[in-house]
Every structure is written in C-alpha cells, then in structure tokens.
Nanobody, 121 residues
Framework: QVQLVESGGGLVQAGGSLRLSCASS?????MGWFRQAPGKEREFVASITASGRSTASADAVKGRFTISRDNGKKSVYLQMNSLKLEDSAVYYC?????????????????WGQGTQVTVSS
C-alpha cells in the first residue's frame, strides 16, 4: 500500500504560479497528475517515468505546466505557470506500476486525496 499526500494548492490570480508537491510513503514508478473540476470528469494533466527522463503533458497545459520528481525525497512536483481560470480544479497525484508514461486514470494504482487549486480573475 502506497500513500500519496499532495500539498501546495491554494488561491492564485490568473497569470500567477503555484507549485504542487506530492510525497509518497513508498517506492513509486510512473507518477502522474490529474485534475477534476466540478461537474467534469477527471482529466490527465502530466506524467513522468520512474527515472524522470521522460514526461508527457496534456495539450491544455503544454508550455505552462512542468512535472518533475525527486526520487531521493520520493516526491513528484507540478510547477504551474501562467495559470488560467479554467485550471481551477482539485489536483490529484497518482502512481502506476506500469513502466513508461501513463495518461489514463484506470492504469494508476494509488491516488492522493487531492489539493484544491482556485484561479481567480
């Protein structure tokens, strides 16, 4: 059983930045960030392989969000820049036992409790 704890969410003005963190209680392989806004399905944001050498991100956040990890700290991060109103959501980190980039939620095994990000105008 792996426990994931997200932090770093909050209220930010449009155009601002936030950095989300996710700490793991155990070894993790592929990691990912997803988000879910009210009334919408959970959607993929970004993924990173175990080594950190490969990443993938959704078109909606490309060029603005960066996923990274520190395996020594068993943590993954999501740097979010140029935030937009439509980025408001609960952000979840997750870990998958599948090697390689994973962009679909069912392939992730463990999830954090989520952290709220609210972007205001």
């Amino acid at each position: 059983q792996v426990q994931l704890v997200e932090s770093g969410g909050g209220l930010v003005q449009a155009g601002g930045s936030l950095r989300l963190s996710c700490a793991s209680s155990g070894r993790t392989f592929t990691m990912g960030w997803f988000r879910q806004a009210p009334g919408k399905e959970r959607e993929f944001v970004a993924s990173i392989t175990a080594s950190g050498r490969s990443t993938a991100s959704a078109d909606a956040v490309k060029g603005r969000f960066t996923i990274s990890r520190d395996n020594g700290k068993k943590s993954v991060y999501l740097q979010m820049n140029s935030l937009k109103l439509e980025d408001s959501a609960v952000y979840y980190c997750a870990t998958s036992s599948i090697m390689g980039l994973v962009t679909t939620a069912p392939e992730y095994d463990y999830w954090g409790q989520g952290t709220q990000v609210t972007v205001s105008s």
